[in-house]
């Protein structure tokens, strides 16, 4: 054991100057032992063996002995070093544009030299363009030479020596009990000897003998590899699982939806039936609310499934029971018909009770921001629908006893936290006698239920290891009589027609939304594009109203244009990316997304989500513009087919996780690194499925060497799963 487990290598005590390569393991994240072991090769270089030069063949990387033969500085056509080496079976040509007299003294004539580079051919016969050079002789390494990621600041030299170090000192004795270990031999495909240990696996995947399998450790399916994957997942599976199990020693609210109580009045005054769908999830919710554990509950389902009645009939339950309900959305625009619909439904069913709805945004004025505050205090507010103002430090709520977080995705894990944390004054632990919903106990303490919702679902891979401590509902099934929106690709010389398009859904009552891109991040130009698009549209549509939507605009000017909008009066509306979200206009037919190719895949499916809402034939137009005189990359032209082909959102995420892997599609849950470094969903399901049995084992009968294998793998990390 070194005397600072935590120190990098050779570090001096802790209030030393760090040097610069110290500094930069830091940054890679290279502080314990144990996360220099895990540092592997990008890939290896062979300097195991010599190659006769006569055998080598071009564009193969060698390493080969001779001696100089020739050496000479050139100044055509620049300034070079061109020295002849000779192995007796052939000669080769060095070439060097950078060098320093030690080196051309190296390589004068006589000198024996080893040399490593790729051979290339040409006009002046086999060449190496600056190879890797030292004296001749000397030991050939009987293992290969590991190439390690790293930074500028941080030389591979370095690097190796401490990893070679961290992997010498790191504690890598064995955590996996003799039953798991079983479980897994069986599972480790293409085991020919025995399983790996962790510490062999480490050394083989470090320095891997010379007649190894490249394919095998390139493509990561090697035993070793297999060995550290399982470990990973095992790491996750655990940490995750011990999250859940945390959260099921904590003390919620039971809630219970009384019989003629605001629940079941709620749904007698909706204007629509229930999809069974919708019938099914709420069961599973209203389960959950029952239970004295917080429900930690993701309510997954596509665009326009429907997802806001099923959070308001979960509120009514909560409301019901004589506790608060909060309902955080990622917009003002979102917030604000969550509220409108929330109201109208609900706002006659509290108004006896002598309850009400608040209101929380950022932009609100001082005066109506703290009547909110008050009812919200006191408790006469029974739902409060905001944006992230509703987590702010002056929110004290009453007795808050479920949370509802619309488009999780879009929030960070603190925030989560942050609205898991507002359960009031007395946020200690019931005392298990006192678990009820009575309104009277207004302010015990305990932990809100947490429900969250996306209509971004997680493919089940994903689902089964990033997400298996949450418990997950799915609506799959639309309201009925939608009819399905057809998506349309074109190129952007075709806008005329796409205009005339406009026109002619606009004079059959219909209304459009045009939706313009980020272009280069830069807000301003952003802005300017919205607004030159906007006038354009305006002067060929003559005679309808079109209106403008950006980010920069005040509220009060968003929610002037989005009500004449909502009311039918405006014809189109020309938008950047803040309709994203949750807009609802069953009116609206056609969508128009301009530079549809700088959109993500699901980002163009959600504002596709926009049409489609009502009974009318909705059509979605994907315009592109390829790059000047190119055509469109692979990635863009892979998104546009799929959004072309499928309706499905289940179907898109699949192909987004395809597309871009797993570390984009799941934003802020991975913040706190818990991304999965060596496992690949896509062909470790089995690993998956083992770690997952294995991790529910190890933590009811090894809780001492669980523990010892989540900090080994996730150090700190793990916090960030529970949230
Ligand atoms: P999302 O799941 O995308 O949040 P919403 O909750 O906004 O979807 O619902 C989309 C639209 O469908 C809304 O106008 C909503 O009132 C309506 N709706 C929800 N459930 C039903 C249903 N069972 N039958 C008919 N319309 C419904
Ligand atoms: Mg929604």
Redesign the pocket.
């Known amino acids: 054991m070194p005397a600072q487990p935590d120190a990098p290598p050779g570090a001096k005590p802790a209030q030393a100057v760090l040097s610069a390569p110290q500094k930069a393991l830091r940054k890679l994240g290279l502080v314990r032992d144990i996360d220099l072991a895990l540092h592997l090769p990008l890939r290896y270089e062979d300097e195991t063996r010599i190659v006769r030069l006569s055998e080598a063949r071009e564009g193969e990387v060698v390493q080969v002995e001779g001696a100089v033969t020739h050496s000479e500085v050139s100044f055509r056509p620049r300034r070079q070093l061109l020295v002849t080496l000779d192995d007796g079976s052939d000669t080769c040509t060095l070439r060097f544009f950078n060098f320093f007299p030690s080196q051309q003294k190296m390589l004068a004539v006589g000198a024996r030299i080893r040399v490593r580079g790729e051979i290339r051919g040409g006009f002046m016969g086999r060449t190496m363009m600056h190879p890797a050079f030292h004296l001749a002789g000397g030991e050939l390494p009987d293992a290969l030479t590991p190439v390690y990621p790293t930074s500028a600041q941080l030389p591979q030299a370095y690097l190796r020596k401490a990893v070679a170090s961290g992997l010498k000192r790191a504690d890598l004795s064995e955590t996996l009990p003799p039953d798991l270990l079983r479980g897994l031999e069986g599972v480790v495909r293409n085991a020919e000897g025995p399983l790996f240990t962790l510490r062999d696996a480490l050394r083989y995947l470090h320095h891997p003998g010379p007649d190894v399998s490249m394919d095998a450790l390139e493509d990561r399916s090697h035993p070793a590899w297999q060995r550290l994957k399982a470990e990973e997942l095992l790491a996750q599976q655990l940490s995750q699982l011990t999250a859940k199990r945390e959260r099921d020693a904590l003390v919620a609210p039971t809630l219970l939806a009384r019989p003629g109580g605001l629940h079941e009045q709620l749904l007698a005054v ?6 069974a769908a ?1 019938r099914r999830v709420g069961e599973e919710i209203a389960r959950d609310l029952a239970r004295p554990v917080p429900m930690h509950r993701l309510l997954q ?11 308001a009939l979960a509120a009514a339950i909560a409301i019901d029971s004589g506790w608060q309900c909060a309902l955080m959305a990622p917009t003002e625009i979102l917030a604000e ?1 969550h509220f409108a ?1 929330l109201i109208g439904w609900l706002e006659p069913l509290l108004a006896p009770l002598g309850k009400r709805v608040a209101w929380l945004t950022g932009s609100q004025k001082k005066k109506q921001r703290t009547e909110m505050l008050a009812l919200i205090a006191s408790g006469e507010a029974a739902l409060v629908v905001g944006t992230h103002a509703v987590i702010q430090d002056q929110v004290q709520f009453r007795n808050l006893a479920l949370a509802i977080i ?1 488009e999780q995705h879009r929030f960070g894990v603190a925030q989560r936290l942050a609205l898991r944390s507002k359960m009031g004054p007395g946020s200690q632990a019931l005392p298990t006698e006192g678990r009820s919903g009575d309104a009277q106990r207004a302010t015990d303490g305990g932990e809100p239920h947490l429900l969250m ?1 996306t ?1 971004t679902p997680i493919p089940r891979t994903l689902a089964m290891s990033y997400y298996a401590d949450l418990d997950v509902s799915t ?1 799959d099934e639309l ?3 939608r009819t399905p929106i057809v998506t349309k690709v074109m190129s952007d010389h075709r806008r005329d027609e796409v205009i005339a398009r406009i026109g002619a859904q606009v004079a059959e009552g219909r209304q459009v939304y045009w939706v313009c891109p980020l272009i280069e991040e830069s807000e301003v130009l952003d802005l300017s594009n919205a607004t030159q698009t906007h006038a354009d549209l305006s002067a060929a549509l003559p005679g309808v109203l079109v209106g403008l939507l950006h980010s920069r605009m005040a509220p009060a000017e968003k929610k002037a244009v989005m009500d004449l909008f909502k009311a039918g009066q405006m014809g189109l509306l020309v938008s950047t990316t803040v309709i994203e979200v ?1 807009v ?1 206009v ?1 009116n609206a037919s056609l969508m128009v997304i301009e530079h549809a190719e700088r959109f993500g895949l699901s980002q163009l499916h959600q504002l596709r ?1 926009r049409v489609g ?1 009502g009974a009318a034939a909705s059509a979605c137009v994907l315009l592109y513009s390829p790059p000047e005189g190119g055509r469109l990359g692979e990635t863009a032209r892979e998104r546009l087919k799929a959004m072309a082909e499928t309706n499905d959102g289940f179907e898109i995420a699949r192909r987004d996780l395809e597309i871009r892997g797993p570390g984009e599609f799941m934003g802020s849950r991975q913040s706190g690194a818990a991304m999965l470094r060596f496992a690949d969903l896509a062909t470790d399901g089995h690993l998956l499925d083992w770690a997952r049995q294995a991790a529910a084992q190890m933590l009811t009968r090894h809780p001492e060497a669980a523990e010892k294998h989540t900090a080994r793998w996730l150090g700190t990390k793990a916090e960030y799963l529970k949230a």
Do not use: H, N, Y
Request: proline fraction near 12%; charged fraction near 20%.
């Open positions: 909706l204007p629509f039936a229930l999809t919708q389902g596509d665009v326009g499934s429907g997802k806001t009645v099923v959070a018909q619909k619309d919702m209509a609506i309201p009925p009589g949750g609802d069953p989500g809402r």
